[in-house]
């Protein structure tokens, strides 16, 4: 059964950083595609950053250039390094498997002075 745990959220000053981690556990194959997604209060989940098991990632338009996905060789842990937040950003984040369909809990990410 495969297990997605994520940390790191909080609460952060607009301009500030976060790391958020998720750890996976249960796949049966490794590396694997891990993405990031985010859901604001009101609105539908959306894609955040994605990495493959070759080291390619990518971004939603929105956090290019500020947010940096990054794995462990094994991919058992993924990050997800977000520089710059804006009010925008304040969301709760999720780890997703797609080759597993398996999601983590979240874990929310506050912008605010």
């Known amino acids: 059964q495969v297990q997605l745990v994520e940390s790191g959220g909080g609460l952060v000053q607009p301009g500030g950083s976060l790391k958020l981690s998720c750890s996976a556990s249960g796949l049966t194959s490794s590396p694997t595609i891990m993405d990031w997604y985010r859901q604001a209060p009101g609105k539908q989940r959306a894609f955040v950053a994605r990495?493959?098991?070759?080291?390619?990632?990518t971004y939603a338009d929105s956090v290019t250039g500020r947010f940096t996905i990054s794995g462990a060789a094994t991919r058992d842990t993924v990050y997800l390094q977000m520089n710059d937040l804006k009010p925008e950003d304040t969301a709760v984040y999720f780890c997703f498997a797609p080759s597993f369909d398996a999601w983590g809990q979240g874990t929310q990410v506050t912008v605010s002075s």
């Open positions: 990495i493959t098991p070759f080291g390619v990632t």
